[in-house]
């Protein structure tokens, strides 16, 4: 597969790939589906060599341990990467689902698995399709390359006929490289060779995607390179990113800005060619004196885009055009180090280090690079950089994070246990004064957790953040799993935060009704536990709308009557959140009555009123609310609304 598999950029490219794929598949079925099931097979170089790319759209999957459905797997982020970029056709979307087809196998589990990615893949929409079915029958017969069917509609009005986007037929035809079509659409186009379609675009703009010739032919017949589209780009910085050497020939010959003309975020077509393009592209453009030195208005030189992408002879073409040599900064401070580290680039990240690149140099955030790796969780990242830091596995950033702190935070637990298999020190906490266990607790990610936490001095309640325990943590985070390890560890449920909540009341703030039931039995106070500001769970519950948790609190005799420290009952936090149904509860269970002052001697109508939510109005209205009581700043409920329908619902009736 000549094209990387990352960097395509046009239609066409993609298509290549997809046809490799397809080839590929048809000559090695076999070893797709028995090989890869076994996963010791010998399979052949071509099949290695795809896999290896193929799968490499997938973090933390290696080709030492594919099965189909990985495969499969990677297949679909191929497809839905590149429906994103708009270049996924139809024919292509039904080459992949049929190369998916073709990876089930026998095992019940992996055959179901593979089904759900096929009817995924072959429902996501194509950009192509999409602007088929809105174009014109003139453009449809361009795309389905309908030569008949095309010269039987070359009518005035089908030829200047725009779709929903903007683009004529000649946009398309150039774009599909027919210079045929070309031939006989441009002189009965009214507005010209250079007339704009999508996004601004003129017609050498879309030629950028079809032959030399079609280029050739436009500009020998007097399209301006010169003319930008809505971003700014000329046809110049479209045809580096595209990496058509002969194309870039071609129009930096008639591009009078010359080869250091900006275009958007005032790139160079040197930083196109960088992040996008093709060596030949680079090198061609560095003989030409392109300007290695000109930062876009991220702060970023060409070698930074360099450093991002997969091709390590970019890299090598243009450090030594860089005057500010191997450590130059870009966007946040970042060196060619960190885009690479950050991009996951092992072949660049180890090319810059035998180049004495400096992996100390923190960015404008204070993270090293090492950082960067840990929070990606790149193991191979985080093993070729660690040797490189000074300040060893510990080392810290701005906001007192170690590399641990960084890969248990991003959830990456194959970092977390290489970093504490080579004694990272699981107790040295961030700024708010939480351990990489909080992280985790927080996360869900039971595994880690139990790495970690053999790591803990402090052990299983040890606090953090507003001396908050990891139970506290998992509670508020709704993590069910993680909540039960806990508790089956002796994780004590009565440890309240310096707000004097428990993790009961964060469980109900959570809504998880699971949590919850687990909780409760094991909290001291029980059902009526006083948390920050002296409210109960059942206002916890309340602000997550679950009527299910608020029924079940209130069937463990959870009591309604009890006020909170600003005078608020569980009925003014429902009137607060506009839940009808947790009126509906409370009311039954509240012996107050339904005009019950709370904090700002404000009824819960007033409070319904003043938060929108007319439902709610409306039943309360239904069941006695009184809309003439006014707050302590003497305002009746219609007072406080500019809603023409709550003020519909309070206006009397005559």
Not at 47 to 63: A, D
Request: glycine share 6%; with cysteine.
């Amino acid at each position: 597969m000549a094209i990387n598999i990352k960097n395509i950029t046009t239609q066409s490219q993609f298509h290549e790939c997809v046809i490799e794929l397809k080839n590929i598949s048809d000559a090695n079925d076999q070893h797709l589906t028995t090989k890869l099931q076994g996963k010791k097979g010998n399979l052949e170089g071509r099949l290695v060599t795809f896999l290896k790319k193929i799968l490499s759209l997938l973090p933390g999957v290696h080709i030492a341990r594919t099965n189909p459905l990985e495969v499969a797997k990677a297949i679909e982020k191929f497809a839905t990467d590149y429906h994103k970029k708009k270049i996924l056709i139809g024919t292509d979307r039904d080459i992949l689902t049929s190369v998916v087809r073709k990876l089930k196998i026998k095992d019940p589990q992996h055959a179901h698995a593979i089904d759900s990615v096929e009817n995924r893949i072959r429902r996501l929409p194509t950009r192509l399709n999409q602007i088929y079915n809105k174009s014109s029958p003139l453009i449809q017969a361009i795309i389905d390359k309908d030569k008949k069917k095309f010269k039987e509609l070359l009518t005035p009005q089908e030829i200047n006929r725009r779709n929903d986007e903007g683009s004529l037929p000649l946009h398309f035809a150039v774009q599909f490289g027919d210079l045929e079509m070309v031939k006989l659409l441009l002189p009965k186009t009214t507005e010209g060779i250079n007339c704009r379609g999508d996004s601004g675009s003129t017609c050498l703009h879309f030629a950028i995607a079809a032959k030399v010739e079609v280029v050739k032919y436009l500009l020998d017949n007097k399209a301006d390179a010169n003319i930008p589209d809505y971003s700014g780009n000329l046809p110049l910085h479209r045809a580096a990113q595209a990496g058509d050497l002969g194309v870039v020939k071609l129009l930096l010959s008639k591009t009078t800005e010359g080869i250091n003309c900006k275009g958007e975020l005032n790139a160079t077509p040197l930083h196109f060619a960088a992040f996008e393009g093709k060596v030949d592209v680079i090198r061609y453009l560095l003989d030409n004196k392109a300007d290695a030195n000109i930062p876009d208005d991220s702060g970023n030189l060409p070698l930074h885009h360099a450093a991002q992408g997969r091709d390590l002879e970019k890299v090598k073409l243009l450090l030594p055009k860089t005057t500010a040599g191997i450590h130059c900064k870009g966007f946040n401070g970042n060196t060619p180090l960190f885009f690479a580290a950050i991009a996951g680039k092992a072949n660049i990240v180890k090319y810059l280090l035998n180049n004495k690149a400096d992996a100390n140099i923190p960015n404008d955030k204070k993270m090293l690079p090492l950082h960067l790796a840990a929070q990606a969780g790149d193991l191979e990242m985080v093993k070729l950089l660690l040797p490189k830091t000074k300040d060893g596995i510990n080392v810290k950033w701005d906001k007192n994070l170690t590399p641990l702190f960084c890969a248990a935070q991003a959830g990456k637990i194959n970092v977390v246990k290489y970093l504490l298999e080579n004694k990272a020190d699981a107790n040295i906490s961030n700024n708010e004064k939480s351990l990489p266990l909080h992280f985790a607790a927080q996360a869900g990610d039971l595994e880690m957790f139990k790495l970690l936490l053999p790591k803990t001095k402090d052990g299983i309640n040890c606090k953090g953040e507003l001396d908050s325990t990891p139970l506290l943590f998992a509670a508020m985070a709704g993590k069910v799993n993680v909540v039960k390890y806990l508790l089956e560890n002796k994780a004590d449920a009565n440890i309240p935060n310096v707000s004097k909540s428990l993790p009961l009341h964060f469980g109900a703030q959570a809504g998880e009704l699971e949590i919850v039931r687990r909780l409760l039995p094991v909290t001291a106070n029980g059902i009526n536990a006083l948390g920050d500001q002296g409210a109960t769970p059942l206002f916890f519950a309340l602000l997550s709308g679950e009527v299910n948790l608020v029924q079940y609190l209130l069937d463990n005799k959870a009591d309604a009557n009890i006020s909170d420290d600003t005078g608020n009952l569980p009925l003014h936090y429902a009137a607060h959140t506009g839940c009808t149904d947790c009126i509906k509860l409370l009311f039954s269970n509240t012996t107050t009555g339904i005009n019950v002052l709370g904090e700002g001697k404000m009824t819960p109508l007033s409070i319904a009123v003043k938060n929108g939510h007319a439902d709610a109005v409306k039943w309360l209205l239904e069941n006695g609310a009184d809309e003439t009581i006014p707050d302590v700043d003497g305002n009746l409920p219609i007072n406080n609304t500019s809603n023409p329908l709550i003020i519909d619902l309070l206006t009397p009736k005559k």
